[in-house]
């Protein structure tokens, strides 16, 4: 897509530009045609099949024979499971009762990180990209309290992490460069219902209108710039794909804002891009769908055919004899009948070479090259489809069999875990220095500094914890390799806190069993008699 980067470097959205950007279209189609691929909306497999019987007798059958597999549903989630199976661990090699951790611990737990992580990894997969805001604000929407007259209850401020639709993100890229931002702009479309004036409720009988409006929040170094226009339909861009509708920017109004530019006192932009995949050439990441719509297109066709053929044979036209309306004889059949004479062959149904056989090998390879592509096991499911179907995944029982049969999605997954990382490490640094500036002076708040944190990934396949165990007691020669604390936050999958509380219990229960006194003297007594 390097024709559309022939852009001039300014802001993207002001009056007289249009909205979406030209240069952006391509992109927003993909992510629609991802969503729809994913939702199981294939409509343009529909279309093609349709024209393959268009000009016969048969396609106003077609549509109630439509089948669509969402085959792409249980192949995006699969990573995402296995990312989060095992819920991460978020640290910043403090102890756990110091202000960092603890500030750590809270962040990840009052935004649902282990969630929003299952939730982006699936995101990015149908579309190629996925974007995380970060702020300081209530997390309680309040508006429509507010809206009614009454007194909106106090919601506290705090840092906040959420994903925002990669469909209404428009970044901005730095001078010469094709993977660095300048700033990047969230931007929707808001419609608001209006009166309308009197001639127009007069001419349509309608006294109120739509009106579009495009909100505009652009993050810059240091600053976030909001802005308000009026919008104006231009049509919809269907050239590639998907049906994206445009707008032509006009006039700037009033954000409602109380101010409309509002320092964050960071120089880092307090939004992230986490894509799926990605190449040198391009900011843009590849989803897991785009390399694959055409052979999900052939297998809808492969299955519409072998259903239309199979409907057609579940009623067969039968042949016999010429019987007249006085004979006694009737001929009962579910399908057509074709009277013929004496002389004529001997009754029977009349059958189609469908090559049933032909059109099941190919579906067996359309199914292969889709797994194979998605760099997923067929039997990662619990069953197999297609005639390879490369064993159960169940005939390997030691830790480092199953791992190697795990390969090609282990893979796929750290591949993907490495931008998530990435992307969840700035963010959660970023929320610590906002909470910090943003309490700059405050009354019982007790600042602390803003740790870049680490992440602690499982793979979430089963461990054999017997094999690991004996591994690591041979390599350190009987010596211990773990805390207790260590320990419990590994097996139990809890963070620092969590598995401090744990420790203090078992030390409270073996005060409680043994008492305050040490029982090595009882063995000392024991050692004296003897």
């Not at 980067?5 to 992510?31: C, H, M, N, S, W």
């Not at 039968?318 to 309306?325: I, K, V």
């Not at 592509?373 to 069953?383: A, K, R, V, Y």
């Not at 010596?479 to 401090?500: E, F, H, M, R, Y």
């Amino acid at each position: 897509m390097s024709e559309f980067y022939d852009v001039k470097e300014t802001k993207l959205f002001y009056t007289g530009a249009q909205y979406p950007p030209v240069y952006e279209i391509p992109r927003l189609a993909k992510y629609e045609r991802g969503r729809a691929i994913y939702q199981g909306r294939h409509v343009e497999m529909y279309d093609r099949a349709s024209g393959l019987l268009k000009d016969t007798p048969f396609a106003p059958q077609l549509k109630t024979l439509f089948i669509a597999v969402n085959l792409m549903d249980v192949l995006l989630t699969k990573p995402a499971d296995l990312m989060v199976g095992e819920a991460p661990t978020f640290e910043t090699g403090h102890d756990p009762e110091s202000p960092e951790q603890t500030a750590l611990s809270r962040i990840v737990e009052e935004n649902d990180l282990t969630q929003m992580i299952h939730e982006i990894v699936i995101g990015a997969g149908f579309r190629g990209d996925s974007f995380l805001k970060t702020y300081y604000g209530q997390r309680a929407d309040v508006s429509e309290t507010l809206q009614l007259g009454l007194d909106a209850p106090d919601a506290p401020l705090e840092p906040i992490i959420e994903p925002v639709d990669a469909s209404i993100v428009f970044p901005e890229l730095s001078r010469g460069s094709k993977k660095r931002f300048k700033a990047m702009n969230i931007a929707w479309v808001e419609w608001e219902i209006e009166n309308s004036s009197r001639i127009m409720s007069f001419l349509s009988g309608i006294p109120t209108t739509e009106t579009p409006y495009l909100n505009v929040e652009r993050h810059i170094p240091g600053y976030i710039v909001y802005e308000r226009y009026e919008l104006t339909e231009r049509g919809v861009d269907d050239r590639w794909g998907a049906p994206i509708p445009t707008y032509n920017i006009g006039e700037s109004v009033p954000t409602g804002r109380e101010q409309d530019v509002v320092p964050t006192g960071m120089p880092e932009l307090l939004v992230e891009h986490v894509p799926y995949k990605t190449t040198d050439a391009d900011w843009r990441g590849e989803s897991g769908t785009e390399k694959l719509e055409s052979v999900l297109a052939a297998i809808n066709d492969r299955l519409v055919q072998i259903d239309y053929i199979l409907w057609k044979h579940s009623d067969p036209t039968a042949y016999g004899p010429d019987f007249q309306e006085d004979d006694d004889a009737t001929v009962r059949s579910g399908g057509r009948y074709i009277p013929v004479t004496k002389d004529d062959a001997t009754p029977g149904y009349m059958t189609w070479n469908s090559q049933l056989e032909g059109a099941f090998k190919e579906l067996d390879i359309l199914l292969g090259l889709v797994y194979q592509i998605s760099e997923t096991p067929q039997w990662l499911f619990g069953t197999t489809l297609a005639s390879d179907k490369g064993g159960t995944g169940t005939s390997h029982t030691d830790a480092g069999a199953i791992k190697a049969r795990f390969m090609p999605i282990l893979s796929k997954v750290k591949r993907i875990r490495a931008h998530v990382d990435r992307g969840l490490r700035n963010a959660l640094w970023k929320a610590m220095k906002l909470e910090n500036h943003a309490n700059d002076g405050v009354d019982n708040f007790t600042a602390y500094e803003a740790v870049y944190p680490t992440i602690t990934w499982r793979d979430g396949i089963p461990r054999d914890e017997k094999e690991a165990a004996e591994v690591a007691n041979l390599r350190t020669g009987g010596k211990p390799t773990w805390s207790v604390t260590d320990a419990i936050k590994d097996l139990d999958g809890v963070d620092d806190l969590q598995a401090a509380e744990l420790v203090r219990r078992i030390d409270a229960d073996e005060q409680r069993v043994s008492g305050t006194v040490d029982a090595s003297i009882f063995n000392a007594e024991s050692g004296g008699d003897e």
